[in-house]
Structures are given as C-alpha cells and as structure tokens.
C-alpha cells in the first residue's frame, strides 16, 4: 500500500468517525483503524542495510614523490546526489535539498584534498563534468549525509573504462569527531577543523593506491599515452579516433601510436595546456567555495549532529517509556510535551538549514561567475570552453589536416 | 451562545444502524468506497486565507469546565439508559470513559491556551505560529501527508472542504485534531480542538480568534547559522 494511500485511508476513516458513527460504531471503526495503521506502518520501506563504516583509518602518505608513471592526474567530478523518499517528503525538503546540493560541490574538494596530501598523485582537480584529458576520473554520489552519517557511491574508471572502484562507503562521526564547543567564525582557530568523516575520504584515495600498485610501470605508462590520445581524439575524431578502439571487454586499446613528429600532436599538446589551465581555474573556484563554505558548514554539521543524537535519545526514551497512570492527565501532557518539543527542535533544526543556505548563497553565487569571458553556471562554462578549444584547435591546424 | 460548527453538530448526532452498515462496507471496499463516500462536490480552487495576526476572543470561546459539565452530563445521561438496559458491565465502561474525558478536557485546555496566533500562507503552505507551542505547518500543495514524524506522535494536516485540519497522533494513541474554519467576512476564525482515543468520549473546545492589526515590526529579518536572525531596518513606506 502506498504511503499516500495509507494517509488518504486515514483521513477517510477519521472523517467517518466523526460524522457518521455512534459511540458503539467509532469503537468498531477505531479498532479498523488501529489495523490499518499497523499495516501502513508494516509497508515502510526497511532501512537499506548498508556497508560497515570505514573505522580509523590512517592515509597512506608518500614520504617521496612516486615515479613518474606513477603521477596519474585525476579528476574528481562534482557529486551526485540521490534523495530518499522521506528526504522528498520532510520538513524543509527544499531547504535540505539546497543543502545536499551545496555538499556536492564541498565534499569532492574535501577527497581532493585528501588524495593531494597523501602525496601519491599528480594533478588533482575538481570538475564540473567528465574530462578526456585525466587519466582518472572520480564520480561520487551521496547516498546519505548529516552530521553523524555520510554514505558515499564511489566509482573511479581510468581513461580506458576500466573500473578501479565501485564501492559505497560508509563513515559515522560521533562526539570526539566534533570540539566540546560550537566553532566560532569569528576565530580563525576553530575554523580549520579537521572533517569529521576524513576516515572515508583516506579509505578511498588508499583503495585507489592499491589499484594503482597493483599495476606495474608499463602498464601505467600505456594508460597515460590513451589518455593523451584520447585528448586528441576529443578534439578531433577525424584525425585521432581510429587509433583508439574498444577491445573485447569495452576498454579502449591504443591501436597505434602517432608519429612522434606528428604536427597535429604538437597542436593538441599546446591545446591541451590551455585547457589545463582552464580547469585549474575551475578548480580554483571550487577550492575558494570549500574554503568560504568550510566554517559554516563545519558549524552546520555540529547541529546536524546533535539533532541526530536527539532523534536518537528521543526515539529511546519513547520505547522505554512506561507513565504511570496511563490516560491520566498527567501522562497525557507529559506525552504532549514530549511530542512539542520533538517538533519545537525539528522546527528549530530547520530554521538553521535555512540559515545555512542563506549564508553560503553569496559563496554558491560567485563559483558561477564569468570565467575567462564565459557565462552562465560552471558546467554550461565548461561546455563553452571545450567547444571553443574545438573550434580553435580546427583552425589552427586547417593547413595541416588538408 | 456559543456558536457550533457544523462539523461538531455532525459529530453529535446519532448515526442509524444502516448508516453505520454503509460506512463499515466502505471501509472495507478499499479507497474506491472512500470516493463513494463523500458526496460528489464541486471542486473549488478557492481556500479561505488564514494569513493575518489573531487574538482569542474570550467572550465567544468555549469555557473548558463548561464544555466538559456538558459532556459528562452527557455521559450520565448515557450511563443511566444503558444501565437500564445492560448491567453494570456497561456502567463500568461508561465510567471508564468519563474519567478519560477529563483527562482529555484538560489536554485540550492545555493544547489551546494560546491567545495569539500569527497566520502566513501561500499557495503552498499554511504556517500557524502560535506562542508557547510548536507552529503548525501545512504544506498544502501535497494535499494529505504527514508534516511532523517522531516516536512521540505523528501529525497530519490537509484541506477537508474549506476547513484546515490538523490531526496530531501521540505515541500511546491519543488523537488531537485541530480544525480550522475561517467566517465568511474573513474576521473571524474558529479553532475547534478535539481529544479522543479509542476509549474515551471526544472533548471538543472551540476558541475564536478575531483579526487585528498587528503593527510592522519595521525589520527585514534574515536567518543565518552563525549570528541567528540578522535584521535590517525595513525601509520607510511612503
């Protein structure tokens, strides 16, 4: 039965109740309606079981800069979010939305960071979309996230399609994960704290090293000339396409190799710094909203942490709950009260949601301002550029192609 | 004289067995019956608007000692038939309820105590704010749903016909129902709070509130997470 159903069931019955039934009949119809509810609330949806948290976990640093080889650049694309029914359906769904919106854009930043410190990578940005020219591409997609439960769907494919991850991740943040005290953003000491889910985000870069390790010197070498390959084959498929071919499993295989005096490469390489350059502006954008989001947000999920600690303490309290007198006017209020201020604190939660999105606006605000000339949000600017760089790279090598 | 509303007038009145047969075989036909149920109406896209500051007006609310005199004049009323007519078993139950409903008065006493509320509404909610106590916030774009979800009650709301229903389930199977109607000159609401469970007679308090000017407050307020609500000096109208 369909939960809308239940409540329009509900609402029917009620209304019978009061406008058709005696005092024997309301008995009747209240006894029908404590069944249904009890069937209502038997067709919830189960809490999706999921995978254990991660624990503590130590990041595994390099204390030298790896090989060459090994230096993969990375990209780490803005989150997807995937909202549950009862996200759709709460209190102050638009606010929590905003917010999960917000997180998806701050929560690549905090594993680019992570992946960056651990020292065992090359270039590490954070992308509006999908980019041809990383070797490693993240996507992420945020199954859950509040102050005491982050649940992230990772997926990283190298540039052949090879799938490196494909995990959810699960971390939880309790009382020692938070300061005894609400951070000021006032002052500055309070306000590098380190994330209370940093453990997920050092579980993942040390399951990409292992992927990575696990591949020797060649093999990594090969996967960087696909990835440059397939940069030119982005640019222009006429002239690059045929030497990257899918192989029997759907991976791209390098056919052939271009010349190495081959002119067109020479182009593709100067095309490809400038677009480098152009992530690295958009990264720069991401880093500055991580940094100006990064005091509220951490004030943010300390209140998102304790609402959850209530709900917690609260749904406790009323299974263990045993009033004497039940019926009394005294168990009656004491329920009343419990429930008002059950909502009084939700309400309360809310409006700090509000709060939240009200004052990261003018930092969501300024990562959609006009990069290099372009307009508009930085996922249309970042499809304006590689068309620009398309059209670019055409006329530049209009002599050579002929 | 206090004025009732038509739908507690409803509540009073004693169904016939085959009204009561009707209503049971419509409960168990499914959703279906429950279309059948309610008379075909036209569908107005109309609401009354709530939105506006409102004070109890105490010489046209129900007095609670009053209403429930009323009611257990009632139930005695009852107690004395049915003792009549089947023993003591039946006057042990009706006693039963009687206390309950004392219980409830007092709950609904409680409940609407408030003498203030300030009402906002759009098209797509409903946001009684009223001192003391939670606002009741009805998102009235989804129709029927729950707003508020705890272990400790869940609540209702929604639109029955031109009236604004709030329904509040406590953990151990009280039911609150606040009932919203508006008057036809738009000064007037009428709040009629029932309490009841599955053993107890309904207690039913009407409180009228009348409209009034409430002054502007002469600030734009944001909220924000560090500084809490962040005003400015509203702009002087012309």
């Known amino acids: ?402 | 004289m206090t004025l009732r509303s038509p739908t507690s007038l409803i509540a009073t009145r004693r169904a016939s067995p085959l009204r009561i047969g009707i209503a049971l075989l419509l409960l168990l036909l499914g959703s279906r019956g429950f279309a059948a149920d309610e008379p075909s109406r036209p569908i107005n896209p109309v609401r009354p608007n709530f939105a506006g500051s409102w004070e109890k007006d105490f010489s046209r609310s129900d007095k609670w000692e009053a209403e429930l005199q009323r009611t257990i004049d009632q139930l005695n009323r009852d107690m004395q038939r049915q003792g009549g007519d089947a023993g003591s078993y039946n006057m042990s139950g009706s006693r039963r309820r009687a206390g309950n409903v004392i219980a409830n008065a007092r709950l609904a006493e409680l409940i609407s105590r408030q003498t203030l509320m300030r009402i906002t509404q759009t098209g797509g909610e409903v946001r009684i704010e009223r001192q003391g106590d939670a606002a009741l916030i009805c998102s009235t774009a989804n129709n029927v749903d729950d707003t508020f979800n705890s272990p400790h009650g869940t609540e209702y709301c929604g639109w029955d016909r031109q009236q604004l229903v709030f329904e509040i389930m406590l953990a151990e199977g009280v039911i609150i129902e606040h009932r919203f109607s508006l008057d036809t000159d738009g000064q007037t609401i009428s709040m009629l709070t029932s309490v009841y469970d599955r053993n107890s007679t309904p207690f039913n308090l009407i409180t009228f509130f009348n409209r009034y000017e409430a002054p502007p407050d002469g600030f734009n307020c944001v909220q924000t997470l560090s500084r809490g609500q962040v005003c400015s000096a509203a702009d002087a109208q012309p």
């Open chain 1, 1 to 402: 039965m369909q939960r809308g159903g239940c409540t329009a069931m509900r609402f029917a019955i009620l209304r019978n109740l009061q406008s058709r039934a005696s005092s024997i009949s309301r008995l009747l119809l209240l006894s029908l309606l404590s069944l249904l509810l009890t069937a209502c609330a038997q067709n919830q949806p189960a809490q999706v079981v999921g995978p254990p948290p991660v624990g503590d976990v130590q990041l595994n640093v390099a204390t030298q800069t790896p090989s060459e080889e090994r230096l993969l650049n990375i990209g780490v694309q803005v989150f997807d979010t995937r909202a549950t029914d009862a996200q759709l359906t709460q209190a102050g769904a638009a606010i929590f939305a905003e917010i999960r919106r917000i997180e998806t854009h701050y929560l690549p930043v905090v594993l680019r960071n992570t992946l960056v410190s651990s020292n065992q990578w090359g270039v590490v940005r954070v992308l509006p979309e999908t980019d041809p020219s990383v070797d490693l591409l993240i996507q992420g997609t945020i199954l859950r996230s509040d102050g005491a439960n982050l649940s992230l769907l990772v997926r990283a494919t190298d540039s052949s399609g090879k799938e490196w991850l494909n995990k959810t991740y699960v971390d939880t943040a309790g009382v020692v994960d938070y300061p005894d005290f609400v951070p000021s953003l006032r002052d500055r000491t309070t306000t590098n704290l380190e994330d209370p889910f940093q453990d997920l985000h050092a579980q993942i870069a040390n399951d990409l090293l292992a992927v990575r390790e696990s591949m020797d010197a060649q093999a990594l070498l090969a996967l960087a000339q696909l990835t440059q390959i397939k940069y030119a084959g982005d640019l222009s498929p006429e002239a690059f396409g045929s030497l990257l071919q899918p192989d029997a499993q759907g991976l791209l295989t390098l056919q052939r190799l271009p010349a190495t005096n081959d002119p067109l490469l020479e182009h593709v390489a100067q095309i490809r710094a400038r677009h480098h350059v152009f992530i690295d502006t958009i990264d720069e954008y991401y880093d500055a909203l991580h940094h100006d989001l990064k005091p509220t947000y951490d004030v943010w999920r300390q209140y998102s942490h304790d609402q959850v600690v209530e709900e917690e303490e609260s749904a406790a309290s009323a299974a263990g709950s045993t009033l004497s007198g039940s019926g009394s006017f005294e168990a009656l209020s004491q329920n009343y009260n419990r429930y008002k201020w059950a909502k009084i604190f939700e309400q309360e939660f809310v409006a700090l949601a509000s709060g939240f999105v009200s004052e990261t606006a003018p930092a969501v605000l300024k990562l959609s301002e006009n990069v290099n000339g372009l307009t508009g949000p930085v996922e249309e600017q970042y499809a304006q550029w590689r068309v620009l760089l398309r059209e670019l790279f055409e006329v530049e090598t209009a002599g050579l192609s002929q």
